[in-house]
Structures are given as structure tokens and as C-alpha cells.
């Protein structure tokens, strides 16, 4: 029994932790399929975790806190794609100084607002709910039923993505701008519109991810709180291949690693916690390098497009 | 002008205008066609077809003049305002997302869809329709990436005729086909024709305007110099046209291709290069040819026939050494496929030349000059590049003397490689890779997409390649042109191997039997 509830209690502790990487994978997902890489979203990611604090705070509502964070992630995303959609711009520069941005716009404006006081705001955040009331169920009751409303969300999000990909015209539209622009142009499709949007999808997403972080996850902003997560995302996304379901099941790995290295940093007192830190990272790595070999890449992947006229 | 008869064109170009830069593609255009008249635009690289094109399929628009359809004035500013004037493209370069299937790219296509769930049983029964009345069959299930040219094309063409279309152009469509298929468009054209459709054919080939045609269009430099009913035209008026040149003769050794230069026996001599029982792999993963066994000797021409798309690209792409073969074995000019040394650099050095046939993918870089892309080949070579530094003058001077050489028509040995026309661009190529006395040279499709004069030369090439003793494999889906040069001749289709066999000992039906995939040719 010992042994059951340990392993409901790290995959419980899991899927929490996967979470804000399996939303970022979410929308990075759709802006690589799209044809355009962003790595910064570990900077969204930051600036989604702070407006969010910052509107639950005032406004008394962690929903309308994620509204305002989802909001500023498409702005984000906008300035992207304004760079590399509209000005052509290489998108790892473009991602670089988004990463920046990210990081500097948070710090900065949490030191303006809300550390401003010295003591620790109170952040009226996410609570689990208790769906059916069967959250108490023994084992599986905490993993199923006794998530977070944004968890739920995310399986529901990237399930719709899939279908979008496989089975609307949409999802065509997408798949082309990323795999073949030209087809997409002779065809009548307007390929920077497609990429812009999907951009500004991938922002709102990651920084929904830094609204769980900050909401539910943890209560409360920290610099750089991030710590790499918005880069595990994109990992993610490579190890599954584009596919968004296959994305959640690669963060859920992750948060899973993560969860256990938290357990075995108390188990393991003698070892240096940092060597437990790592866990999660390394696991990306390894996972990485074991997986690029002949994965699909959306062929035009950080290419502008420009039509020959 | 050819404004006779009561039938009102479908669509005309009036005195139209197109500028590139300081470059005029097209001057003064006048160009008619009528419901159910096949039209062939006929005329040298260069000579502003595709200009037209993509002026009617709007992606362009003319500087001056007009486009009329239905004797209105339209402004086609994009390719959707294209289809809503019922205008239909194949272009030359297939405008098909390699990942998705037939079905999947046809629906890209088709905008009025919306952006919602797809009815994939409703539009493949559409496509059903429109293949049907076409006499077409066509593989919508696969991924495009999967099928030979000739299904992607077909594909092509029913994504074209998948809207009401009353013109449907077809930029070099028989470029890529084997008889079989070219017979198979041909009724197809037919089958639009009688339906009152009317389709622009753009063609080098002279056989496609007296095959289908009822009106021939010459270009040249941009403007049209004859507009005839193919009936009262021959072989040798259309060159002449095309030419330029007032010197019939000339223009009927084009039309014939005659050459001094008879094939020389490759009796004795060592093979330079020995293929056995090798299996090759498609990028995708799957196999594409297995139990491919073939010597190649100096001093002949074996040339692989087919249909684009049935492993002739893997074959070429492993013995330039872009590739190592999946199974089996091949040694070349000393080298071993299974050793470390079976890379495109040490290939090269031993001897290795390669036209290749994505020649803007593996054979230049664009944005660089002519000069700096020749060094790409040679720059290995001591007069060229001395500790580390390139001598510019020498350089200069070998490439200035290479491109006079080849005939290449360029400003000067710094323009830019991307502004050559494609038929320049490919002498450029030939220049190059026969600079330094190679030993097997791999030329694939060298005359694709070429004016019949530069295809003419680029034969002459190969044959005086030939004579002096070296190795050529060729790969070409063109059958006259195989027929032409090749010594033996084997044939890709549908993933097996036909031949090789001499030249001699194969009538040409029985290779397009082959070409079709069966065994033996018809009684």
C-alpha cells in the first residue's frame, strides 16, 4: 500500500509539474508546425507568470489573471511574428531577444508592483478542484479527479490541436505553411497570416503555462522563476515529433523526473540536492539525442517565406 | 494577327508589357485563345513563356497592356482571383506539400471549403467526378512523397480542374512523363478539348505541338514572332521561328539532332565503376530499388530510363557520394561504398563529375557569383587557392575561358549565378563539371527544361565525353534523348530494374513497356 501511494503521489505531483511545460509545448507545437521557431518562450512564459500574479492580486480572480496573461503572451507572440513573419527577420535572433525581454519585462515590473512592499503578497490562486467528488478516492482519486482546472484544459487543448492538424482545413493550411509554403501560396492561402496567427497561439499558450506556474503551481512571482522550462517545452516538441498529444506525454516525463528527484533529494540527504536538480534536464537531453535521429521537421522551419512575385 | 472567325477568345493578352528590372521578358505580347483550342507557347529558355504564365496565373502583373477575359479587362492580382476567372496552372516545379496525401492537398486548393472540418468522403468523391470525365486515375491516399511524377502531375491537374475551369495551362508537362503517361495527358487534353476547355501547352518539345496542338505560338526575346495553326507548320518552321536565323539547314540539323560522332565500342576496357546487388533508400525510409547490379566502362553512354521518382535520384545521389547505399556493394574509380572514403569530396578527387538534377538545391548556390561557384568544384586546385587564399585573377581568367567555352551568355564572370536563365545555368553547370578531365561523369536530366538548341549541345557534350573515353551514366525520362546517346540502357519502374541492354537489342515500345512496369513489351 506504502508503494501504491507513493506512486499516486508522484504521478499526482507529476502531472502538476508537467503542466506548465506540456501548455508551452502546447503552443510551440503549433508555431513550429506553422514553419516558425520560437524559443522565446521561456520570456513569455515569465511575462505570463507575472501579469498573471499581478491581475490575480488586484483583481481577487486567478481566472482573470490568466485572461490578462494570455493576453500579454499574443502580444508577445505578435512581436515575433512581426520580426519573422512580416520583416523576415532570422527567428533565433527574433526568439533570443524575446527570451530577453521576457526576462527583463517580468523582474522589472514585478520590482515596480509587487515586491515593492517588502513582505510577501497574499496570491488568492488555483485551487485543485474536486471533480465528482471523487478527488478522496484512494490512489487514482488525486491523479484523475483532483487536478487543477488548467490541467484538464490542456489535455482538452491539445487534443483539439490534434484534430485541427488531422481533420480541418486549418490544420492543412498550417501543415503546409510549415512543410511547403509555396503549395500554400499557389493555392490562394495567405501564409503569413497563417504563420503570424499560429505565433501569437504559441505566446498565449506558453504564457498560460507561466500562469499556472505562478497561480497554481506555486502562489507567488519570482525572478526567473521559469528555470529553463520555457526550453524544455521546445524539447519536448521535437521528441514528439510535432505532435501535440505526443508533446503532453513528453512534459508529462519531465514533471515526472522532476517529481521523483524532488522525493529523492529527502531520501538521499548525503547526496548533493544539485546532482537531483539536474534530473529533469538531463532526461531532456539524453531523450533528445536519442530521438532527433530521422525525426520529421516541418521542412521550412525557420525560413521566411517570400513569394517569387 | 489571327482575329479571324466568329468564336470571341476565352482569354487574350493586349500589347502586354513585363519588366524585370532592365530586363524586358515580354514586349507587346498579343495572345489569344479560344474555348476548346489547345494553344502550344513554344520558344527558347528565356524567351518569356514563363513570364506569361505566371502573369495569367496571378502571380505577376504586366506593366503595360492589358488581360482580357471574355473581352473584359481583369486585374489577376493573386492566385485566387486567377481561379475566380476560371483560369486552371500546372506549373513546372509542382506546387504540392510533399507530407500530405493527394485528397489532402487538393482540399488546400479548395478555399471555399472555409477552415472547418473536412468531408474527406465529399471531396474524394468530387475528385472521383473530376478524375472520371478526365479518364484519369489518380492516388489520393498516399503521401505525395510516396509517388512518381507522372501520379503527382495528375494530381496536379485534377487540383486544377477541381473548380470550374475554362483554361487550364500546362507549363512543361510532358518534361517529366514517359510515353505511356505523355499518351495518357495527351487524351486528357483531348478529353478537355472536346468539352470546349481551352489549355495554353507550354512545350520544348517539337512532337507535342503536331501531337495535340491546333495553334502554335513562337516567342522570342520576349516577343511573338509566329502565331500559325500547327497544321501549316513543320519542325523546321518552328525552329527557324524560335532561332532566329534565316539558315534552314541549321535549323533542320536542330530539328534532327545529326551528329558526326558515332559510339565507340567499350571493348576491354575496365569498369570504372561496379554496383552489386545494391539496395537503395528513399529519404523517407522506404526502398526505392534493391538488387541493383551494373558495370559502367569508359568510353560508353548508360542511361537509366523512367519515370522520375522510381530510385534514379537515390542512384545518382549515392555515387556522387551524397548517399552510402542501404545494402550491397560499389566500388568506383578505387573507392569502396563500405570504406570511409565514399563521400561526394573524395568521389570528386578520384574523378567523379556530377550534373545533378535539383541543380538549384545541389548544384549552386544562387545568391553567389559564377566565379565563386565554380571554385566550389575546384577549389582543391593550387592555381586556384594558395594557402588558404583564393587568386582571384586566375580565377577570373579560367572561368572567363570556361564560360566562353560553354557559351554561356552572362555579363561577366561576377554577375550572380541566379540571374541566368535555367538553360544558362545548366551550361554553367556542364562547364564546371567538366573542367579536370573527369572520369565518370553522373548527368542527370541535363536537359531538362532546355531549349532544343542547348539540348542539342548538351548531347554533343556527352557524346565527345564518350569518345574520349570516359564513363557516363545518364538519367533521363525523355526516351528520345536516351534512345539518342545511350550504348545500353536500363529501365526503373515501380521498384524493379529492367535491362540493362544494348542499345541495339531493344525496340523502342519494349522500353516503354518497361517504363510502364511490364515485363515484356506488347506483341
Not at chain 2, 501549316?232 to 545529326?258: C, K, N, W, Y
Not at chain 2, 573507392?335 to 541543380?359: F, K, M, N
Not at chain 2, 541535363?446 to 545518364?474: C, M, N, W, Y
Not at chain 2, 526503373?492 to 515500345?509: K, L, Q, V
Request: proline share 4%; aromatic share 4%.
Amino acid at each position: 500500500m506504502d508503494e501504491a501511494l507513493f506512486l499516486s503521489g508522484l504521478l499526482a505531483a507529476g502531472i502538476r509539474l508537467a503542466t506548465p511545460i506540456a501548455l508551452a509545448a502546447i503552443g510551440e507545437t503549433i508555431s513550429q508546425r506553422a514553419g516558425v521557431i520560437n524559443v522565446g518562450i521561456e520570456g513569455i512564459m515569465l511575462v505570463g507568470a507575472f501579469v498573471a500574479v499581478l491581475v490575480t492580486v488586484s483583481s481577487g480572480s486567478p481566472w482573470a489573471g490568466l485572461a490578462a496573461a494570455i493576453l500579454s503572451g499574443a502580444a508577445m507572440g505578435a512581436i515575433h511574428a512581426v520580426f519573422t513573419v512580416r520583416l523576415k527577420a532570422e527567428q533565433i535572433v527574433s526568439g533570443i531577444a524575446l527570451l530577453f525581454l521576457g526576462i527583463g519585462l517580468s523582474g522589472y515590473g514585478f520590482r515596480l508592483t509587487l515586491a515593492q512592499g517588502g513582505t510577501a503578497v497574499q496570491v488568492p490562486g488555483f485551487r485543485e478542484l474536486d471533480l465528482f467528488g471523487l478527488a478522496g478516492v484512494p490512489i487514482v482519486g488525486p491523479i484523475l479527479f483532483g487536478q487543477h482546472a488548467l490541467i484538464y484544459l490542456a489535455v482538452i487543448g491539445a487534443a483539439l490541436l490534434a484534430f485541427m492538424l488531422s481533420s480541418t482545413r486549418l490544420g492543412l493550411m498550417i501543415k503546409a505553411a510549415g512543410d511547403y509554403p509555396q503549395a500554400l501560396d499557389a493555392a490562394g492561402g495567405a501564409v503569413d497570416r497563417v504563420r503570424f496567427l499560429c505565433v501569437m497561439a504559441s505566446g498565449a499558450f506558453a504564457a498560460a503555462g507561466g500562469a499556472f506556474l505562478s497561480t497554481a503551481q506555486l502562489w507567488g512571482f519570482v525572478e526567473n522563476m521559469t528555470a529553463g522550462r520555457g526550453f524544455l517545452a521546445i524539447s519536448c516538441v521535437v521528441f514528439a515529433r510535432w505532435n501535440p498529444l505526443g508533446a503532453i506525454v513528453a512534459a508529462l516525463g519531465f514533471g515526472i523526473a522532476d517529481a521523483l528527484q524532488i522525493r529523492m533529494q529527502a531520501g538521499y540527504p548525503g547526496v548533493p540536492y544539485q546532482f537531483f536538480v539536474i534530473a529533469p534536464y538531463v532526461v531532456a537531453i539524453v531523450s533528445l539525442a536519442l530521438a532527433s535521429r530521422g525525426s520529421r521537421m516541418p521542412a521550412a522551419l525557420g525560413t521566411a517565406f517570400s513569394p517569387q512575385r | 494577327m489571327s482575329d479571324e472567325g466568329s468564336v470571341p477568345p476565352l482569354v487574350a493578352l493586349r500589347g502586354v508589357t513585363k519588366r524585370f528590372g532592365a530586363v524586358v521578358a515580354n514586349r507587346a505580347v498579343d495572345l489569344a485563345v479560344r474555348p476548346g483550342e489547345v494553344l502550344a507557347l513554344v520558344g527558347e529558355n528565356g524567351a518569356g513563356k514563363s513570364t506569361i504564365v505566371n502573369m495569367l496565373s496571378g502571380l505577376l502583373r504586366p506593366d503595360e497592356g492589358s488581360i482580357l477575359v471574355d473581352g473584359r479587362p481583369v486585374s489577376l492580382d493573386s492566385p485566387a482571383q486567377s481561379v475566380r476567372a476560371g483560369i486552371g496552372v500546372v506549373h513546372q516545379h509542382f506546387t504540392l506539400v510533399p507530407t500530405l496525401t493527394g485528397l489532402d492537398n487538393i482540399a488546400l486548393a479548395m478555399p471555399e471549403l472555409g477552415l472547418g472540418r473536412l468531408n474527406r468522403r465529399q471531396i474524394g468523391q468530387a475528385i472521383d467526378t473530376a478524375a472520371r470525365t478526365l479518364g484519369l486515375s489518380v492516388d489520393t491516399t498516399s503521401r505525395v512523397e510516396g509517388l512518381d511524377v507522372a501520379q503527382q502531375q495528375r494530381i496536379e491537374i485534377v487540383k486544377a480542374l477541381i473548380h470550374k475551369v475554362r483554361l487550364l495551362i500546362l507549363d512543361e508537362p510532358t518534361a517529366v512523363l514517359g510515353p505511356e503517361d505523355k499518351a495518357h495527358l495527351f487524351d486528357t487534353i483531348r478529353r478537355l478539348k472536346a468539352e470546349g476547355t481551352a489549355v495554353i501547352l507550354i512545350t520544348h518539345k517539337l512532337e507535342d505541338i503536331f501531337a495535340v496542338a491546333d495553334r502554335a505560338v513562337v516567342l522570342r526575346n520576349g516577343e511573338v514572332v509566329a502565331d500559325a495553326p500547327a497544321a501549316g507548320l513543320t519542325p523546321d518552321d518552328v525552329v527557324l521561328h524560335m532561332v532566329g536565323s534565316g539558315d534552314r539547314d541549321q535549323a533542320r540539323a536542330i530539328v534532327t539532332g545529326e551528329t558526326t560522332l558515332r559510339s565507340s565500342s567499350a571493348s576491354g576496357t575496365d569498369a570504372v565503376c561496379r554496383l552489386a546487388d545494391v539496395t537503395l533508400r528513399r529519404s523517407n525510409g522506404s526502398i526505392a530499388v534493391s538488387g541493383l547490379s551494373l558495370d559502367l566502362h569508359g568510353g560508353e553512354i548508360v542511361a537509366i530510363a523512367g519515370v522520375d521518382g522510381n530510385g534514379q535520384s537515390e542512384l545518382m545521389r549515392v555515387l556522387a557520394g551524397m548517399d552510402v547505399p542501404l545494402g550491397g556493394r560499389i566500388e568506383c574509380l578505387g573507392r569502396d561504398s563500405a570504406g570511409s572514403a565514399w563521400t561526394a569530396a573524395h568521389l570528386r578527387r578520384a574523378g567523379v563529375a556530377h550534373v545533378p538534377e535539383d541543380r538549384r538545391r545541389s548544384g549552386i548556390v544562387g545568391e553567389m557569383s559564377l566565379a565563386r561557384n565554380y571554385l566550389l568544384r575546384h577549389s582543391d586546385r593550387r592555381a586556384l587557392v594558395r594557402h588558404g587564399m583564393v587568386r582571384n585573377s586566375a580565377l577570373q581568367r579560367l572561368v572567363r575561358e570556361r564560360l566562353a567555352l560553354f557559351d554561356v551568355r552572362t555579363r561577366g564572370a561576377d554577375e550572380r549565378i541566379d540571374q541566368l536563365s535555367g538553360g544558362n545555368q545548366q551550361k554553367f553547370v556542364l562547364a564546371r563539371e567538366m573542367d579536370g578531365d573527369p572520369r565518370l561523369i553522373l548527368a542527370a536530366h541535363p536537359s531538362r527544361g532546355l531549349d532544343i538548341k542547348t539540348i542539342r549541345f548538351v548531347h554533343g557534350l556527352l557524346e565527345e565525353a564518350r569518345q574520349a573515353g570516359k564513363a557516363v551514366l545518364l538519367v533521363s525520362s525523355d526516351l528520345d534523348e536516351i534512345l539518342r546517346l545511350a550504348d545500353r540502357i536500363m529501365v526503373f519502374a515501380a521498384g524493379r530494374t529492367f535491362g540493362p541492354t544494348s542499345r541495339g537489342d531493344i525496340a523502342r515500345d519494349e522500353i516503354g513497356a518497361w517504363i510502364a512496369g511490364h515485363a515484356s513489351g506488347p506483341a
